[in-house]
C-alpha cells in the first residue's frame, strides 16, 4: 500500500490493455502472456487485506475462459532458475538465495490465492509442470489450446 500510485498506474496500464483486446479481438480466442496472475501490486505483506484486494481486482478485469498456470512445487528450482539467468527483476536486484526464496514463496501464496478465487468462479484452470521439458509442455498445451 506504500507504492499505491505505482499500484494505480499499473492497474490503468492493465485496464488499457485489457479493453484494447475487447475491442480487436472481440469474440475471438486470445492469449495474454504472464499478464493476469503475474501482477506484483496484488503482493501484500498483509495477507488478510491481500485477499479482498485480490478478489475486488478480479471482480474489475475481464476474466479469461481459461488460466495456464506453470507449477513448480519445488522452490529451489525456481531460485536456481533466478539466479542463473540473463534476465533481471527489479525486485530481485541485490537479493541473495535466502531472499529470492522469499519473494518466490510471495508469489506462490499469491497465485495459488488468484487461482483459488478462479476456480471459485468456474474458471478453466490448466496446471502445467514447470519441471518438465519444455517440448512436452509445449505438445501438452497445443492439444489443451485445440481443445478450447
Not at 7 to 14: G, I, K, V, W
Not at 46 to 66: G, R
Not at 92 to 113: M, S
Request: proline content about 2%; overall charge negative.
Amino acid at each position: 500500500m506504500d507504492k499505491r500510485f505505482r499500484s494505480a498506474y499499473f492497474l490503468f496500464s492493465d485496464f488499457c490493455r485489457y479493453q484494447a483486446i475487447r475491442e480487436k479481438a472481440n469474440g475471438k480466442a486470445c492469449l495474454i502472456e504472464e499478464g493476469f496472475l503475474q501482477k506484483s501490486f496484488l503482493i501484500s505483506s498483509d495477507e488478510q487485506a491481500e485477499s479482498p484486494f485480490i478478489e475486488k481486482y478480479l471482480s474489475l478485469v475481464p476474466l479469461p475462459h481459461a488460466v495456464f498456470h506453470i507449477n513448480v512445487s519445488d522452490n529451489a528450482v525456481i531460485t536456481n532458475r533466478l539466479e542463473n539467468r540473463s534476465k533481471v527483476i527489479a525486485s530481485h536486484l541485490g537479493k541473495d538465495t535466502e531472499g529470492l526464496l522469499e519473494e518466490t514463496e510471495k508469489w506462490q501464496r499469491t497465485q495459488h490465492l488468484i487461482l483459488q478465487k478462479l476456480k471459485e468462479k468456474n474458471l478453466r484452470i490448466f496446471e502445467i509442470n514447470g519441471e518438465i521439458a519444455i517440448s512436452e509442455n509445449v505438445h501438452y498445451m497445443k492439444n489443451l489450446l485445440e481443445e478450447i
